[in-house]
């Protein structure tokens, strides 16, 4: 299934701050993506409305399978290519935000080739 990278973006966020904390709210979501209130409680909604996360009647946020899936994939994508962009000298910074653009846009096929590639570098150590 394909979904659009906003979306994506909004489930990693939720996924990061949930190992971070044991409640997620809106106004978290907002505060580490620095989008308006406005601009999340939309999001949150469709989210909510196309099955990917749960909205407590007290607020509290939570990733469905589903949404927990793509959140774990995109996270995945942004671990280890923000790693393989730091072992080649790329400032953190940089680094991560090369990683969040890239891991929207890399196809399954080329990732999947780039973790065989690790594994075999790993391997040989």
């Known amino acids: 299934m394909t979904i659009q990278e906003s979306a994506e973006m909004y489930l990693e966020t939720i996924l990061i701050l949930s190992k971070e904390t044991e ?3 809106s106004v978290d ?3 580490r993506m620095g989008f308006s209130k406005p601009s999340v409680s939309r999001a949150v909604g469709l989210l909510r409305k196309n099955g990917y996360i749960e909205v407590s009647d007290s607020g509290a ?15 995945e994508r942004h671990t280890i290519l923000t ?8 400032r953190e910074e940089v680094a991560s935000e090369d990683a969040c653009r890239i891991e929207h846009y890399i196809s399954e096929e080329s990732f999947e080739a ?11 150590q």
């Open 23 to 25: 409640l997620v709210r």
């Open 29 to 31: 979501i907002a505060d």
């Open 61 to 75: 946020i939570t990733l469905t399978d589903s949404g927990r899936g793509i959140a774990e994939n995109i996270y």
């Open 83 to 90: 790693g393989i962009l730091l072992s080649l000298g790329v």
């Open 114 to 124: 780039i973790k065989r590639h690790l594994d075999r570098s790993k391997q040989k």
